[in-house]
């Protein structure tokens, strides 16, 4: 489980930075991958913010039951990608698509070994 976790932080790490960082600077990519900057933007990059810090701090001390509550609403919200950019060809789709099979495992792993 404890392999499985910091899989799934690092992960999450790994990609929010360079995201962040392209968001931050709006960078061309970021524009091509997110669209122009907006205000609906600068509320992703906020809530990209919030999982990377999450993640970071939950690498440091990691509290299965955080990290699972973490990764599920991850897990929700990549999944609702498709429907709500009405693509699945996007890259960041993509991208979600496989880092939420990524954390379903982890979140899996997690559950089996702290249910009650």
């Known amino acids: ?6 899989v799934s932080l690092a992960l999450n790490i790994a990609v929010l930075v360079p995201v962040c960082y392209g968001l931050l600077t709006r960078a061309g990519w970021a524009d091509a991958a997110y669209g122009p900057d907006t205000p609906a933007r600068g509320i992703l990059l906020s809530v990209y913010l919030a999982i990377l810090l999450g993640s970071a701090a939950l690498l440091l001390k990691p509290i299965p039951a955080m990290v699972a509550a973490l990764l599920a609403v991850q897990i ?3 999944l609702t990608t498709p429907f709500t950019v009405g693509s699945i060809s996007n890259p960041v789709v993509l991208s979600n698509l496989g880092i939420a099979a990524v954390h379903a495992l ?11």
């Open 1 to 6: 489980m404890r392999a499985l976790i910091t």
């Open 76 to 78: 929700v919200y990549k």
């Open 106 to 116: 982890t979140l899996a792993t997690i559950w089996r070994e702290i249910k009650p």
